[in-house]
């Protein structure tokens, strides 16, 4: 499973120890029909990530058993082209409000390194360096990922081979003011992709599912 590598431990330092997927209501049981929930057996965070900084925000999660496939749980295509539009997913907070029950969609879209520099400074807190070529950042007048949302998915869906593909641009790392026209910055997945093959190949080797990572497929090219 892909994810932001400083979701691997809460502000308890405490890791998660389960992984749900196809539930799109956390509070309640009428959705569960396709909701499988599995062990983690470990979490692989980017061996150059920092707790104690923002940057390489990415990590895989080993989980015990297989995941099934089915309508609402299917892999995600790597997305390696230049950024269009995005949906950003997740069950984050509302603006100010409380953290919300139901997965939501945000539509995002990039937004220029210069100007987003203008918001997250050499020095910042976490960014001794600024902010790297492997960060993106989107965001919209109106909509943007807040606490909550981090882990998540950032992504187009495309005609491929047929069907309406979903492809993982980024995952959800971290903002600023959310929900309040600024923009947020997300880890680009293709730059990644040598350690992900090298972590995946690490570890298909294993028995009862040594393999199974989701939302991202094994066709890296």
Not at 65 to 71: A, G, K, M
Not at 108 to 118: A, N, S
Not at 129 to 148: I, S, W
């Amino acid at each position: 499973m892909l994810t932001a590598a400083h979701c691997a431990a809460n502000l308890n330092n405490e890791p998660p120890d389960v992984v749900r997927f196809g539930d799109l209501n956390l509070y309640n049981a009428t959705d569960d029909q396709f909701a499988q929930q599995y062990k983690i057996a470990e979490i692989l965070r980017h061996p150059e990530h920092r707790f104690s900084a923002k940057y390489h925000d990415i990590a895989l999660i080993k989980l015990e058993q297989r995941v099934t496939l089915n309508e609402t749980v299917a892999p995600a295509s790597l997305w390696s082209e230049e950024e269009l539009r995005f949906e950003a997913a997740g069950s984050g907070r509302l603006g100010r409000q409380s953290q919300t029950p139901t997965l939501l969609k945000v539509s995002l879209k990039p937004v220029e390194r210069d100007r987003c520099d203008q918001f997250y400074r050499v020095g910042d807190r976490g960014l001794r360096e600024g902010l790297q070529d492997y960060q993106l950042c989107a965001g919209d007048v109106k909509m943007d990922t807040c606490p909550g949302d981090s882990g998540g998915r950032l992504q187009v869906k495309l005609l491929h081979n047929a069907k309406v593909t979903p492809f993982v641009v980024a995952v959800t790392s971290f903002g600023s003011a959310c929900g309040q026209s600024t923009p947020g910055v997300y880890t680009k997945v293709s730059k990644y992709a040598p350690w992900i093959r090298s972590v995946i190949a690490a570890h298909e080797t294993d028995a009862e599912g040594g393999k199974i990572f989701a939302w991202i497929t094994l066709n890296i090219e």
